[in-house]
């Protein structure tokens, strides 16, 4: 049995969640409302909430948990041929909303439907007025073609989902962002769960209980200032890269 969460309930000890190897995927809570302060908390825990409309709120862990640091994205030969075009920009918070409704619109196989519901584009859009939450956006020739959003807190970010409607377009906000943090100190991008799409970018497993301590002393330091960044970040970070 899982907890059950009123209102202002604490979340229980992580050592309760449902075996990781069940098909609840470490469930450890359920309640009936969100809020963005619940958010924060689940966040500051390495608890994030996964569920589909019409379910109950579920809080979940995974161990081990996916995780990307920025210096070890992964920039193929293509990639860095489609980085360097002139063509695109990369803008920071230009429509969060946006960018969450285009990631619930993207199909995935596994899943029917989406877990970005009304009720969390709501709680998600409150912590962007709260400058917590972030989109990094692909656009070319005037159009938002991919991107993705996430959750900051101090020096974490946990990535939430991206999307994509050109070639790499999904890419590029990645890559922007990971040399964005490399450059502000930020080790560590928190990606949930494993799939072989996060692999093949560079991210990996790491044991939960570690994951869990880096978060807890990454999400007390002081907060991330400047969310303007341009292509020159990324240009610096693949001559970086280009000279390893």
């Known amino acids: 049995m899982i907890a059950w969460l009123e209102p202002g309930a604490p979340f229980p000890p992580l050592s309760e969640a449902l075996p990781q190897d069940s098909k609840a995927l ?117 159009e938002r073609v991919g991107g993705l959003y996430g959750v900051t807190i101090g020096r974490m970010f946990f990535g939430e989902s991206m999307f994509v409607r050109a070639t790499d377009s999904s890419k590029i906000a990645l890559a922007a962002l990971c040399a964005f943090l490399r450059r502000q100190g930020v080790p560590m991008i928190d990606c949930q769960q494993k799939t072989a799409h996060l692999a093949s970018l560079g991210a990996r497993p790491i044991d939960y209980g570690a994951f869990v301590e880096h978060v807890r002393g990454a999400t007390g330091e002081a907060p991330l200032a400047d969310w303007n960044f341009d292509k020159t970040v990324l240009a610096d970070w693949l001559d970086d890269q280009a000279g390893r």
């Open 26 to 142: 470490g469930l450890l809570a359920a309640s009936r409302s969100l809020d963005p302060q619940r958010l924060l908390d689940a966040y500051r825990q390495g608890i994030f909430p996964w569920y589909s409309q019409g379910e109950p709120l579920l809080w979940c862990n995974t161990d081990p948990r996916m995780v990307l640091r920025p210096e070890d994205f992964k920039v193929s030969d293509s990639l860095r041929k489609v980085l360097r075009d002139p063509d695109w920009q990369i803008r920071v918070n230009v429509g969060f909303t946006e960018v969450m409704l285009a990631c619930a619109g993207v199909p995935r196989p596994v899943q029917a439907g989406t877990w970005i519901t009304t009720e969390l584009i709501g709680a998600y859009s409150a912590l962007y007025a709260m400058h917590q939450a972030h989109s990094i956006e692909t656009w070319v020739r005037g």
